[in-house]
């Protein structure tokens, strides 16, 4: 069974950082791509930051300069350095993953920029 357990979210203040780390049940080198999406109250679930098996990364716009992704095969995690905390950062923060068997959810994580 395939599961994703997301943790580090909680509350920091404008221009603060957190860290996100994602945890995997399986070896993480069989997925293709990992990456973590964001959903804001009343809006869209968006990708954030994606990384692939061979470690090829892209961003969104908004978060371009700000936030590293990165993984560890060693110890079946990937992470989201967030720098520079916008209030606009906050939403729920989700861990995805996609292999040959299919596309797999975290529950999420809860991250609050206050100004």
């Known amino acids: 069974q395939v599961q994703l357990v997301e943790s580090g979210g909680g509350l920091v203040q404008a221009g603060g950082s957190l860290r996100l780390s994602c945890a995997t049940s399986?070896?993480?080198?069989?997925?293709?791509?990992m990456g973590w999406y964001r959903q804001a109250p009343g809006k869209q679930r968006e990708l954030v930051a994606r990384?692939?098996?061979?470690?090829?990364?892209n961003y969104a716009d908004s978060v371009k300069g700000r936030f590293t992704i990165s993984k560890d095969n060693a110890k079946n995690t990937v992470s989201l350095q967030m720098n520079s905390l916008k209030p606009e950062d906050t939403a729920v923060y989700y861990c995805?993953?996609?292999?040959?068997?299919?596309?797999?959810w975290g529950r999420g994580t809860q991250v609050t920029v206050s100004s």
């Open positions: 990384i692939t098996n061979s470690d090829s990364t």
């Open positions: 399986v070896n993480i080198i069989s997925f293709y791509h």
């Open positions: 995805n993953g996609f292999r040959f068997t299919g596309d797999y």
